[in-house]
């Protein structure tokens, strides 16, 4: 019956749905997983690097997580292509407010005129939806820390804690059992780690296969930092989802 009507992205079929739009929603779940969660200190994203060959160059920037403003981050998942064309659009809107206003662009207002441009591209025949979905992590003066999540239909909303990629449904469902409203950063920090090693496809988590990256307050400024590989796998070994590395003899 879909065959009908998955052509374009302008037609519906008759039960009211939208199925290329559907379909780029399926192309992130085969996608390296992010999670997000919200503390009351500030905002952890985690995400999952595919490493598709040994020989691969692995990549000294960051794969999955991006600064848009110095109060706003994101992580990424879908495909990287779709994901820098919006990237690079959300940094020249916060960059247009900054000039205009001369304060930072509030998250929310930044997540739905980005969502805006995403939307378009589902109702105009000869365009394709974007491939990816984001979660974003900020602090605005107006609601403090925030983390919202968009897909590929324009649709955003704030959560507390988030995942997206593959394997969403079960990290969505332990996040939903262990998340706490008071939770700290460095809880948060320990929770995603745990809901990414539970639902990970490969067996062992490595500093190599992931990304850590906080969004916070320090001395009265929002800072945006990306955790390095070594204090990675301290933080790995530390909280017990990864083995220590054997020592040479």
Not at 173 to 190: F, G, N
Request: net charge neutral.
């Amino acid at each position: 019956m879909s065959r009908r009507y998955d052509s374009r992205t302008t037609i519906f079929s008759p039960e009211g749905r939208l199925y290329q739009v559907e379909y780029a929603m399926e192309a992130i779940g085969n996608a390296g997983s992010a999670i997000g969660i919200l503390s009351k200190d500030g905002v952890v994203l985690v995400g999952e690097k595919k490493v598709t060959s040994k020989l691969l160059q692995t990549s000294t920037s960051t794969e999955k997580m991006y600064k848009i403003d110095d109060h706003v981050a994101c992580a990424v998942a879908g495909i990287m292509s779709d994901a820098n064309i919006l990237i690079n659009t959300a940094r020249v809107q916060a960059q247009r407010y900054t000039l205009s206003y001369q304060e930072p662009m509030p998250v929310e207002q930044l997540v739905q005129s980005l969502c805006d441009t995403k939307q378009g591209y589902t109702q105009f025949g000869g365009l394709r939806p974007f491939g990816v979905s984001f979660l974003f992590a900020g602090w605005d003066k107006n609601y403090g820390f925030q983390l919202y999540m968009s897909d590929p239909s324009g649709n955003y909303g704030g959560w507390k804690a988030a995942a997206v990629g593959a394997n969403n449904q079960a990290a969505q469902s332990m996040l939903k059992q262990d998340y706490k409203d008071d939770i700290t950063r460095e809880e948060a920090v320990q929770l995603a780690l745990k809901v990414l090693s539970k639902t990970m496809d490969s067996t062992s988590l490595t500093s190599e296969k992931l990304e850590l990256a906080e969004v916070f307050m320090s001395s009265g400024k929002v800072k945006y930092q990306v955790c390095s590989p070594e204090a990675l796998s301290k933080l790995l070994v530390k909280y017990g989802v990864t083995q220590p590395p054997a020592e040479a003899s």
